[in-house]
T-cell receptor, first 111, second 113 residues
Framework: GDSVTQMEGPVTLSEEAFLTINCTYT??????LFWYVQYPGEGLQLLLK?????DKGSNKGFEATYRKETTSFHLEKGSVQVSDSAVYFC??????????FGGGTRLMVKP | DAGVIQSPRHEVTEMGQEVTLRCKPI?????LFWYRQTMMRGLELLIY????????DSGMPEDRFSAKMPNASFSTLKIQPSEPRDSAVYFC???????????FGPGTRLTVT
C-alpha cells in the first residue's frame, strides 16, 4: 500500500537558518502530495500541495517540489523564524483516496 | 468564517465511562473525518463521512467506538466504555474536495484514568 516516510526529528535550528525536511513516498500511479503543519495545541493546517510531477508548491516562504524520479517531496525554507516551530507532516492522496500521512517531523527554532 | 469546531477541548474521565466528542464542520463541506493522534501511533484516520453517510470505518479500533452524523452540521464520536489506552487527541476535519485540503479542528484531548 501507499506510505510516506519523513526524517525523524526533532530538527533544531537557529533563527534565519536554512531548513530542509525530507519526505519520500511509495505509491502506485500519480499521487498528489501535501505538507501540513501543526502548531502547538492546534489542529493540522494545509501548508502547500503539488498535484503532478515537477510541480512546486509554495506558501509562507516554504517550498516543495514533486520529484517523481526520486519519489520525494522535500520541504524547504530559506530562513526560518521562531514562529515556524511546529510539527510538519508530509502526506499523499492517491486516486482520490484518503490522505496517507508520514509520522511528522518536529521543528524547533531557537532565537 | 468559523473553522471546524470541536467540543470539549479537554476531557478527563474514568475508565468505563462513556465519552462523547462533538464536531461542527465548516458550512458547505460535505466530507467529515475523525482522526486520533498519539505519540506511539501518530495520526490515524478512524472514519469518514460523505454527505452524512459513513463511507469507511475500517480505522475504528473496536466496537467500543461509534460515530454518527445526523445532519450536515454535526457529528459525534462516542467511546463506550472508555479505557486508558483511548487517551489521545481526537481531531475532526472537513473538506469540500474529498481527501484534499482538509481543514482540521483544534482537537479534543482525552485522558482516561
Amino acid at each position: 500500500g501507499d506510505s510516506v516516510t519523513q526524517m525523524e526529528g526533532p530538527v533544531t535550528l537557529s533563527e534565519e537558518a536554512f531548513l530542509t525536511i525530507n519526505c519520500t513516498y511509495t505509491a502506485t500511479g500519480y499521487p498528489s502530495l501535501f505538507w501540513y503543519v501543526q502548531y502547538p495545541g492546534e489542529g493540522l493546517q494545509l501548508l502547500l500541495k503539488a498535484t503532478k510531477a515537477d510541480d512546486k508548491g509554495s506558501n509562507k516562504g516554504f517550498e516543495a517540489t514533486y520529484r517523481k524520479e526520486t519519489t520525494s517531496f522535500h520541504l524547504e525554507k530559506g530562513s526560518v523564524q521562531v514562529s515556524d516551530s511546529a510539527v510538519y507532516f508530509c502526506a499523499l492522496s492517491n486516486a482520490g483516496n484518503m490522505l496517507t500521512f508520514g509520522g511528522g517531523t518536529r521543528l524547533m527554532v531557537k532565537p | 468564517d468559523a473553522g471546524v469546531i470541536q467540543s470539549p477541548r479537554h476531557e478527563v474521565t474514568e475508565m468505563g465511562q462513556e465519552v462523547t466528542l462533538r464536531c461542527k464542520p465548516i458550512s458547505g463541506h460535505d466530507y467529515l473525518f475523525w482522526y486520533r493522534q498519539t505519540m506511539m501511533r501518530g495520526l490515524e484516520l478512524l472514519i469518514y463521512f460523505n454527505n452524512n453517510v459513513p463511507i469507511d470505518d475500517s480505522g475504528m479500533p473496536e466496537d467500543r467506538f461509534s460515530a454518527k452524523m445526523p445532519n450536515a452540521s454535526f457529528s459525534t464520536l462516542k467511546i463506550q466504555p472508555s479505557e486508558p489506552r483511548d487517551s489521545a487527541v481526537y481531531f475532526c476535519a472537513s473538506s469540500s474536495q474529498g481527501p484534499y485540503e482538509q481543514y482540521f479542528g483544534p482537537g479534543t484531548r482525552l485522558t482516561v484514568t
